[in-house]
């Protein structure tokens, strides 16, 4: 574009075609004029692969899902009366429900509610609803009751009648059930009873987080508890099962046109539709930033695919995995943030200790066969989860961090040590349900101390340092 003076006071302009300008200039006009494209397009994929809305035709069947998938429709087909599902945050009970509902015969009929925290009438009038008992559009709003109890007990009494002369039964799924009310929970025993003698027409299957347990174990309520023939527990995908997942996945997004078998070890293969593979690298760092957990390996790897976008890239390696994750802030799943102090303490103590002492007792245990990572320079992915195991070590010491009740937490946080280089591992607490997190061992207890002093200057108080003595190293 060139500029000229015509004389009146006026500037012409000279349009050049965008051909004419510099390449460095074009590009930057391209970058302000072309909106970005989203990474669904730019992969080649037909939806969201990793939406954490639980749709059932991206269900993985990891080993914890299909046992307790088998062990819900076993339980069903035998008209077993009450179920109980439970499960951390993330695991995928949402998503079992919802394929438990789908599994269902012509001659079931189904309730699904996603919120418990209703009264008896609220929850009936939607069972019923949702039966087709009650018409749905008659219905009064939420909070407003839409006629007496004992009326909707008499309908639901007639409804589970007429199914005994079909073969039909009812079940009602109820989700987060931590949060129901026993009084709630003593009515579905009730309305359990109403078919007779026979075997149950009406079944409940209660899914919900740890806390359920705990709400049945009430002394109030043992006659519910005393109804459950069967629990099922969902627990996060093992760390060879993270690839397979995230194939799976990958494979159902891009539609039923485009689909392939995966490479080995679940890593997607290069073919003319497959725009995009996660380096082995970047699965583990998934599997070790997740711990596991379905609903944070899917914010992980949606967020990696968007950074993989911004970037151009056909491959999402580890530094992409990690730029996800400070995006997302992400802490690793069911860590406290003040135990993620430890990560940074670590760091310190390390440099405190210098890694001698503990590559000078790795050194020496080879032949006691203790498997714990040797010290350097600070890995940005744990090789492995640590395990718990009995310390076999004599007359060298070592740093207790934390007393846990939850091994997963124990073992999430004995991991965040170990990324940040640290020697940490669990072990389960002499009195045989707790877990302990510990660092070490060391060759003195000058470097224990040390490394004690550092944990308390980053906030982590009440560390003790132990011998671990032929006496002590049994445990």
């Known amino acids: 574009m060139a500029r000229a003076d015509n004389g009146d006071g006026h500037m012409d302009i000279d349009w050049q075609p965008v051909d004419h300008y510099p390449a460095a200039t074009r590009e930057m006009i391209a970058r302000r004029t072309t909106a970005p494209a989203s990474y669904e397009t730019y992969y080649g994929l037909a939806e969201p692969p990793f939406s954490l809305t639980p749709t059932v035709r991206f269900a993985f069947r990891s080993g914890s899902y299909a046992t307790a998938l088998d062990q819900v429709r076993r339980a069903l087909e035998r008209r077993e009366g009450f179920i109980v599902i439970t499960g951390e945050v993330g695991t995928g009970k949402s998503m079992l429900c ?247 303490a670590a760091a310190v103590v390390l440099i405190l200790a210098g890694g001698v002492g503990w590559k000078a007792i790795a050194q020496r245990s080879q032949s006691q066969d203790v498997s714990a990572p040797v010290s350097g320079t600070p890995a940005a992915v744990p090789p492995a989860t640590p395990e718990i195991r009995t310390l076999d070590i004599r007359d060298s010491v070592t740093v207790t961090i934390a007393t846990l009740r939850s091994e997963q937490r124990a073992t999430a946080v004995a991991a965040q040590l170990v990324e940040a280089g640290f020697p940490a591992f669990t072990r389960r607490h002499p009195d045989g349900v707790s877990h302990q997190v510990i660092v070490g061992p060391y060759v003195s207890a000058e470097e224990a101390t040390a490394a004690q002093r550092a944990l308390e200057a980053q906030g982590i108080a009440g560390s003790t340092v132990r011998l671990e003595s032929t006496m002590a190293g049994g445990q």
């Not at 309908?155 to 039909?168: H, M, Y």
């Not at 997607?268 to 390996?297: D, I, K, N, Y």
Request: glycine share 6%.
């Open 98 to 344: 919802r394929a438990a509902m789908q599994e269902s015969g012509p001659n079931t009929f189904v309730s699904l509610i996603l919120d418990p925290c209703v009264t008896a009438e609220e929850l009936l009038a939607q069972v019923l609803s949702d039966f087709g008992v009650l018409d749905r559009d008659a219905r009064s709003p939420r909070r407003v009751v839409p006629a007496p109890l004992h009326q909707l007990i008499v309908v639901l009494q007639r409804f589970l009648t007429s199914l005994a002369p079909l073969g039909g039964r009812a079940v009602v799924i109820i989700d987060e059930a931590q949060h129901l009310h026993p009084v709630l929970l003593e009515q579905l025993r009730l309305w359990s009873n109403l078919d007779g003698d026979g075997p149950p027409l009406l079944q409940v299957v209660l899914s919900g987080q740890p806390e359920l347990d705990a709400l049945l174990g009430r002394p109030e309520m043992r006659q519910v508890r005393q109804r459950v023939s069967r629990r099922c527990e969902l627990t996060g995908l093992e760390r060879d099962e993270v690839a397979e997942y995230i194939d799976h996945r990958l494979t159902v997004a891009r539609g039923p046109d485009h689909r392939q078998e995966p490479g080995p070890a679940g890593v997607l293969t290069q073919g003319e539709f497959w725009r995009v593979r996660l380096s082995p690298s970047a699965v583990r760092t998934v599997a070790a930033l997740s711990q596991g957990v379905p609903r944070v390996v899917n914010l992980l790897a949606d967020r990696a695919l968007e950074v993989g976008c911004e970037r151009q890239a056909r491959t999402i390696d580890a530094r992409i995995v990690r730029e996800a994750a400070r995006r997302l802030n992400l802490q690793p799943a069911g860590i406290p943030r003040w135990q993620m102090q430890v990560a940074a």
